[in-house]
């Protein structure tokens, strides 16, 4: 019992190892329990350390915080900030998508970014559960629970950490291939369809969630809102058309294919890049309207401060996510000089 326990909590990278260390060093249960307690602690927070991405935590947490509110303008009938209101859901998810990162063990980056978005979801779901419980039995303020706007609001945010979750981790691009070229370039065909297709369903889910939110709750915003509609279907259809990588030539040679490959990851790179400047195009509005703008407004330097200290942070998140998938495009490059036909 004890050593089944200490396997759940182990990170699925360690627990052979470790549960083989344990088996040949404790005697009894008790020993094994007191050993568990010591060296899993470490294990799980050197895990953490190494599969959690700094440019990926962050904009995990702007997304959230965005979308749960945190940045809207606060209304004078509310006792609560909408900052307040957003920070619990945002803090809690972040702790699921945190043990998710510890405790993933599946290699596909497209499921790892649905599992993302639903570990996010119920986190979610489960805090403002709580917070309903509390309110009905007058223990809390009904402020501290996401108005009907902004539950909508909030459904933005999955999607977009679905993609988010779907990028592959630097160090699987960079990775030498362990088959001739001619496969290794399907599978990266196929990779990048499967990933295109995720893509443009999360498209398809923004367009009707930020479309309904429009016509339903019309914020001041609203004709930019639907500016950036029309953008993401544009994006949509390109998607569509020539999102995902070419396919080879069944007669192709080698030098072909590897000039192929090259050309498709630097395209596929560039691409990237676009697309995730222009996911957060309507968060840079959102920052630029409801903190400088109206910190200019109301003459609120501090404000104006903030808001401009978000819209760095934000922008030096995502160049720091694409540098980083840069040089690992880089070296995926330099290693395939070696790779047999």
């Known amino acids: 019992m004890v050593g089944r326990l200490i396997q759940m909590v182990l ?34 927070a050197e895990q953490a350390r190494r599969a959690s991405r700094l440019p990926v935590i962050g904009l995990q947490l702007f997304i959230l915080f965005a979308c749960l509110g945190g940045f809207e ?6 006792a609560v900030t909408n900052a307040a209101c957003a920070a619990l859901p945002m803090g809690l998810a972040m702790v699921g998508l945190l043990l998710r990162n ?15 978005a639903i570990t996010a979801a ?13 309110i009905a039995a007058g223990h809390l303020d009904p402020g501290w629970a996401l108005s009907r706007s902004l539950i909508v609001l909030a459904c933005l945010s999955f999607p977009i950490l679905w993609t988010l979750g779907a990028m592959e981790n630097p160090d699987a691009v960079r990775r030498k ?30 367009i009707g969630v930020s479309g309904y939110f429009l016509a339903r709750f019309q914020p001041p915003v609203a004709p930019l809102g639907w ?10 259809v390109y998607l569509a058309l020539r999102g995902a990588a070419r396919p080879a030539p069944l007669d192709a040679d080698s030098t072909t294919v590897r000039a192929l490959y090259e050309t498709e990851l630097n395209r596929q790179s560039r691409q990237r890049r676009l697309m995730w400047w222009f996911w957060f195009v309507p968060l840079f509005a959102g920052l630029m ?43 995926k490059l330099n290693n395939l000089a070696a790779v047999p036909a």
């Open 11 to 44: 990170p699925p990278a360690s627990r052979e190892a470790v549960m083989g260390d344990l088996a040949e060093s404790c005697r009894s249960p008790g020993q094994l329990a007191a050993e568990g307690l010591r060296s899993v602690p470490p294990l799980v």
């Open 73 to 78: 303008l606060d209304r004078p009938d509310r």
């Open 102 to 116: 510890i405790y993933r063990s599946d290699d596909n980056p497209v499921r790892q970014g649905l599992f993302d």
């Open 122 to 134: 119920l986190c979610v779901v489960a805090q403002q559960t709580v917070m309903h419980m509390l």
């Open 177 to 206: 291939p362990a088959q001739p070229l001619f496969t290794d370039y399907n599978q990266f065909v196929q990779r990048t369809r499967v990933r295109n297709r995720a893509e443009m369903a999360a498209l398809a889910m923004i």
């Open 227 to 236: 500016s950036f509609l029309t953008g993401y279907a544009c994006i949509l």
């Open 289 to 331: 309207t409801n903190l400088v703008m109206y910190g200019v407004s109301k003459e609120q330097p501090l404000r104006i401060a903030g808001g401009i200290a978000a819209i760095f942070l934000l922008g030096y998140l995502i160049e720091r996510l694409h540098r980083d998938r840069r040089l690992a495009i880089h070296l």
